[in-house]
T-cell receptor
Framework: QKEVEQNSGPLSVPEGAIASLNCTYS??????FFWYRQYSGKSPELIMS????GDKEDGRFTAQLNKASQYVSLLIRDSQPSDSATYLC????????????FGTGTRLKVLA | DAMVIQNPRYQVTQFGKPVTLSCSQT?????MYWYQQKSSQAPKLLFH???????NEADTPDNFQSRRPNTSFCFLDIRSPGLGDAAMYLC????????????????FGSGTQLSVL
């Protein structure tokens, strides 16, 4: 089992719709979760971070965390063509190693 | 602005010819990371430094080495690049607030795209 798993997509949504991206992780004691957006040929940029169960909203983005199910998701409301990118889920492992493990990413296409 | 800088943005090397990628940071972060990312794949952690303590991933090939001469700089050395080493190499930093503290995000550089001919 991979440490962080995502559906590779592509996920296609029409402009203005809600895009829902999902991620599962295997390390039950993980505490910190991040969503990064990556455009082709560019480095990842942070969209959201979440540490507690429940929802966290920032503008058009909402991150959801369920530690019991080891599941984290990202919702993008009012999707725009500029949101078309690969979305990477990252989990920070606890312990002294301070490691961040990434999923393979979900490619999102927002259709104008 | 404080940031993470990687040079060069694009690097072309020959099969078997040693190459060094560089990373510098003005954030004064104590942890620096090197990730390898191939097309359509997840960034793969190669190693990281917590201050001067080097942490190598078990599956990082011996062909990859790293140096961190001071807080600001970190280098990735590929001793004998193969065709399979062509990838984007990402340097990142994070700040550790204290033992047991967590939650700090990764700050990425712009990456170095390595081609091996």
């Amino acid at each position: 089992q991979k440490e962080v798993e995502q559906n590779s997509g592509p996920l296609s949504v029409p402009e203005g719709a809600i895009a829902s991206l999902n991620c599962t992780y295997s390390d039950r004691v993980s505490q910190s979760f991040f969503w990064y957006r990556q455009y082709s040929g560019k480095s990842p940029e942070l969209i959201m971070s979440i540490y507690s169960n429940g929802d966290k909203e920032d503008g058009r983005f909402t991150a959801q965390l369920n530690k019991a199910s080891q599941y984290v998701s990202l919702l993008i409301r009012d999707s725009q063509p500029s949101d078309s990118a690969t979305y990477l889920c990252a989990v920070k492992l606890v312990r002294r190693t301070y490691k961040y493990i990434f999923g393979t990413g979900t490619r999102l296409k927002v259709l104008a | 602005d404080a940031m993470v800088i990687q040079n060069p943005r694009y690097q072309v090397t020959q099969f078997g010819k040693p190459v060094t990628l560089s990373c510098s940071q003005t954030l004064n972060h104590n942890v620096m990371y090197w990730y390898q990312q191939k097309s359509s794949q997840a960034p793969k952690l190669l190693f990281h430094y917590y201050d001067k303590d080097f942490n190598n991933e078990a599956d990082t090939p011996d062909n990859f080495q790293s140096r961190r001469p001071n807080t600001s700089f970190c280098f990735l050395d590929i001793r004998s690049p193969g065709l399979g080493d062509a990838a984007m190499y990402l340097c990142a930093t994070s700040r550790v607030l204290g033992q047991g503290a967590w939650g700090e995000k990764l700050f990425f550089g712009s990456g170095t795209q390595l081609s091996v001919l």
